[in-house]
């Protein structure tokens, strides 16, 4: 019973809650209005500009790199390690595997190695700098841990306690037709399986949708064109309290008297 | 040569005692907010948070996907005076974000204090009337932020929001109220305005011999000078420079009595206000028909 809540519900559950809760985050984001103009300068002036703007921003950090670059390194390769290995995990999904994930294997094999690396580095610095300590909460310590768990049960099962390829691939590819089985297979994958469904579950909760967030951030997606208007959506006429301001007819009258004394 | 400033270490509550002076009620009756602190504050600070989440996607998103990497911890000015904690942009928004959190947000009200959610309380109050004012909206921590998340939009939304409930700082209050009562920050009304330009103009006679005037509400001028007001009152060699230049450029110009302010401290207070006092430039020029405004502080 509990394998098959495991093996066949969770899935289906945790994936359902990832897709409808991302979903549910961008819809929230996206028909909140824009009043203003916020983009932070210097900033590109045409739609491509944004585009290669955003795009940097979610490949290779320039703000971060301005601004702290050792935490840019580590997050650089972090980002870059984990589309590897999601990369590589891909051939379980697929079949027969497409030539491109079969070349991405290797590559993602160091990447799923050197992972720890760089989440140690991040872990470190939240309880070792000042700054970081005083800022950082429960989930930014729950996200690293998940990874870093994560990962290292990886590392496990593809260097020690290898999981019968057959099962695994039985195992999801049954998933995704919608025949799900029950595998028999070792703890420890077993394991691995159960904290990606936490990390599914988790995601869009937690502050792990700045992945999706950053496409909708009104001071990085604007353009500098402020040659032409701008319309705030939810603009109201606003009026002055006159009754309570100093009164126009003395404002006249101050006046006449100044040139009256000239 | 580029010297970075030594970034400070953790001085816990080293600001807290910088606090602004609350408005008066004289002034918060001319800018249209309640003249004290509202007797339901909480709700309706709530109320507003709620109207300010669903009008200004940036509040929302950033207080959403903020990571607490701390790259912009050691970029705001007022942190690398202080070293207070709190005046470290991230903290700074987390004021406002733990009240959102356990408010408006399911991971704040089913995980609680754990999640850094937090009551709107009398002590959340007052650090928000502390730190929210110690932010100039320079906006230095989104150049740095990976996503380009901006406390002065928290800010500006927090300080919206308190001033729904009636509270306000004095020294934003009060020059509001002036903008409306004179046109200007300063509080310079009409007619000292215009002695001014006419003692200017005397002086510019005096030094260089030439007669150059410093029009004020002149109906049909080219072009209305929208300038910061300490130009006619402490910076005058400003002004004398603005009066030079459309001189030797034979541009027709004129100041207005009703707008005579570049700067606008609505941005300080809320919407409406910060709408208000920008209107005027609009006003002041179709008043004076004038073909272009020239706007600068």
């Known amino acids: ?262 | 040569m580029h010297v970075p400033l030594p970034v400070p270490g953790l001085k816990i509550g080293a600001s807290i005692h910088q606090r602004c002076y609350p408005a008066k009620t004289k002034d918060m009756i001319k800018i249209d907010l309640p003249r004290t602190r509202v007797q339901d504050w909480k709700e309706t600070m709530l109320k507003k948070m709620a109207e300010v989440l669903d009008k200004y996607r940036s509040v929302r998103l950033y207080l959403d996907i903020c990571v607490k990497c701390g790259a912009c911890a050691d970029k705001c000015p007022f942190f690398l005076g202080t070293g207070d904690p709190k005046n470290m942009p991230v903290a700074r928004a987390d004021l406002l974000r733990k009240v959102y959190k356990r408010y408006f947000t399911l991971g704040g009200k089913v995980w609680g204090r754990a999640n850094e959610a937090e009551e709107l309380n009398e002590a959340v109050l007052a650090e928000w009337f502390t730190y929210f004012y110690q932010c100039s909206e320079c906006r230095r921590c989104s150049v740095f932020c990976p996503y380009g998340i901006d406390t002065a939009e928290i800010t500006i939304a927090a300080r919206e929001i308190m001033a729904a409930a009636g509270i306000a700082t004095k020294y934003v209050t009060e020059v509001v109220a002036k903008v409306y009562d004179t046109g200007n920050n300063l509080g310079i009304w009409a007619p000292a305005w215009k002695d001014n330009c006419t003692f200017l103009e005397e002086d510019l006679k005096e030094i260089e011999g030439v007669d150059i005037k410093f029009p004020v509400d002149a109906v049909g001028a080219e072009i209305l000078l929208v300038p910061p007001s300490a130009d006619n009152f402490a910076n005058t060699d400003t002004m004398i420079g603005y009066a030079k230049m459309f001189h030797a450029a034979g541009i027709s110009w004129t100041t207005s009595t009703y707008c005579n302010e570049g700067g606008n401290f609505g941005l300080f207070l809320d919407y409406a206000n910060l709408k208000k006092v920008n209107n005027r430039i609009l006003e002041a020029a179709r008043q004076l028909k004038v073909k272009k405004v020239y706007w600068g502080e």
């Open chain 1, 1 to 262: 019973m509990g394998m098959k809540f495991l093996f066949i519900f969770l899935p289906y559950l945790s994936f359902g809650i990832f897709l409808g809760g991302v979903l549910y985050r961008f819809w929230r984001w996206a028909r909140t209005p824009v009043p203003l103009r916020i983009v932070t300068t210097p900033a590109p002036k045409t739609r491509l500009g944004v585009a290669w703007r955003i795009a940097g921003d979610v490949l290779w950090f320039p703000s971060l790199f301005k601004g702290d670059k050792p935490l840019w390194v580590a997050g650089l390769l972090f980002h870059l390690f984990l589309w590897l290995v999601l990369l590589r995990h891909l051939r379980y999904f697929l079949y027969p595997v497409p030539g491109w994930v079969a070349a991405v294997q290797t590559p993602g094999l160091y990447a799923g190695y050197l992972i720890p690396l760089p989440l140690i580095f991040l872990f470190a610095r939240r309880l070792l700098a000042e700054r970081i300590l005083y800022i950082s909460i429960l989930g930014d310590y729950f996200a690293l841990f998940l990874l870093l768990t994560l990962t290292i049960n990886g590392i496990l099962l593809e260097a020690f306690f290898r999981a019968y390829i057959v099962d695994v691939k039985a195992l999801i590819l049954g998933l995704v037709h919608f025949q799900p089985i029950v595998p028999d297979v070792h703890w420890l994958f077993t394991l691995h399986f159960l904290l990606a469904m936490v990390l599914l579950i988790y995601f869009p909760f937690g502050k792990l949708m700045h992945s999706g967030g950053i496409f909708l951030s009104p001071a990085r997606n604007q353009r500098a064109n402020f040659e032409q208007s701008f319309t705030n959506p939810w603009d109201y006429p606003v009026a002055y309290n006159r009754e309570n301001l100093f009164p126009p007819e003395k404002y006249a009258q101050d006046l006449a008297e100044s040139e009256g004394g000239k």
